[in-house]
Nanobody
Framework: QVQLVESGGGLVQAGGSLRLSCAAS????????MGWFRQAPGKEREFVAA????????YYGDSVKGRFTISRDNAKNTVYLQMNSLEPDDTAVYYC????????????????WGQGTQVTVSL
């Protein structure tokens, strides 16, 4: 089992920045592909970003490319999502996810999920 705990969400004005963190425990963190997803009220869960086990490869959803950056620190068992130039459409609950395979990288097929952290972007 892998336990994931997100933090760093909050209320920010449009154009501002936030950094989300996801702390993992339970298994060897570096064995897992890590992803970030988000879900707004009434919408499906959406892929945001993912990072390979070593951190050498990253993937982004079209709506966040150029504004968000995913990174990981395997020594700290933590993955981050730096969010810049935030827009009201970025408002959602953000979830961290983990999986041992790359085949799920942009899908919701990850094995483990956190509880989510709310991000609200106001005008």
């Amino acid at each position: 089992q892998v336990q994931l705990v997100e933090s760093g969400g909050g209320l920010v004005q449009a154009g501002g920045s936030l950094r989300l963190s996801c702390a993992a425990s339970g298994r060897t963190f570096s064995n897992y592909v890590m992803g970030w997803f988000r879900q707004a009220p009434g919408k499906e869960r959406e892929f945001v970003a993912a990072i390979s086990r070593s951190g050498s490869s990253t993937y982004y959803g079209d709506s966040v490319k150029g504004r968000f950056t995913i990174s990981r620190d395997n020594a700290k068992n933590t993955v981050y999502l730096q969010m810049n130039s935030l827009e009201p459409d970025d408002t959602a609950v953000y979830y961290c996810a983990a999986d041992q395979t790359m085949k799920v990288v942009t899908t919701t097929g990850y094995d483990y999920w956190g509880q989510g952290t709310q991000v609200t972007v106001s005008l």
